[in-house]
T-cell receptor
Framework: EPEVTQTPSHQVTQMGQEVILRCVPI?????FYWYRQILGQKVEFLVS????????KSEIFDDQFSVERPDGSNFTLKIRSTKLEDSAMYFC?????????????FGAGTRLSVL | AQKITQTQPGMFVQEKEAVTLDCTYD???????LFWYKQPSSGEMIFLIY??????QNATEGRYSLNFQKARKSANLVISASQLGDSAMYFC???????????????FGTGTRLLVSP
């Protein structure tokens, strides 16, 4: 069964460093998302992406964050200068189409630890 | 205001029993979707079941069913014949409607931790 793949599973970085989290969405999907979950809290939306541009972003997704689809398969989230409060699980998701019945399938997540 | 409310931080159930996890939601949009996801201790988010606001029947997927009460704005997850592997965090989520608008984000509740005992 096709699945969303995220790498790495765990990323440790120093405060102020740049990190890139990688995702390979399900191949025929058109919509891509990033969410984050701070330990013990609920999952929060960061950004949605369609047709090579951002569809929507939350207030969390400030200038330190960017997303890119550098080729036909990868979807990346970059954090330019990490802060301690960026420590969280980051989930990539993809969905095949828009509309209400639009199931988002999640990857296994990347746990980001900022020291 | 909370869009999705899960009032049960934790639930216990014995193996083979049924359990209901509560979820209430708030929206003024007539078109929306409701989702349940399971998050085991390994951390991944697994889609379980979907209910559309216009669906006439309650959704079912194997041992999972969704008790959708539109007037009450509730979308409770029912797990029948619980198994030890059902022990996990369960999240209710909603997406408000609109097609081709980009408003496709999911809003999650705070989750319910389910523990299934032998």
């Amino acid at each position: 069964e096709p699945e969303v793949t995220q790498t790495p599973s765990h990323q440790v970085t120093q405060m102020g460093q740049e990190v890139i989290l990688r995702c390979v969405p399900i191949s025929n999907h058109l919509y891509f998302y990033w969410y984050r979950q701070i330990l013990g809290q609920k999952v929060e939306f960061l950004v949605s992406f369609y047709n090579n541009e951002i569809s929507e972003k939350s207030e969390i997704f400030d200038d330190q964050f960017s997303v890119e689809r550098p080729d036909g398969s990868n979807f990346t989230l970059k954090i330019r200068s990490t802060k301690l409060e960026d420590s969280a699980m980051y989930f990539c998701a993809s969905s095949p189409r828009t509309g209400v019945k639009n199931i988002q399938y999640f990857g296994a997540g990347t746990r980001l630890s900022v020291l | 205001a909370q869009k999705i409310t899960q009032t049960q931080p934790g639930m216990f159930v014995q193996e083979k029993e049924a359990v209901t996890l509560d979820c209430t939601y708030d929206t003024s949009d007539p078109s929306y979707g409701l989702f349940w996801y399971k998050q085991p201790s390994s951390g991944e988010m697994i889609f379980l079941i979907y209910q559309g606001s216009y669906d006439q029947q309650n959704a079912t997927e194997g041992r999972y069913s969704l008790n959708f009460q539109k007037a009450r704005k509730s979308a409770n997850l029912v797990i029948s014949a619980s198994q030890l592997g059902d022990s996990a965090m369960y999240f209710c989520a909603m997406r408000e409607g609109g097609t081709n608008t980009g408003f496709q984000k999911l809003v999650f509740g705070t989750g319910t931790r389910l523990l299934v005992s032998p």
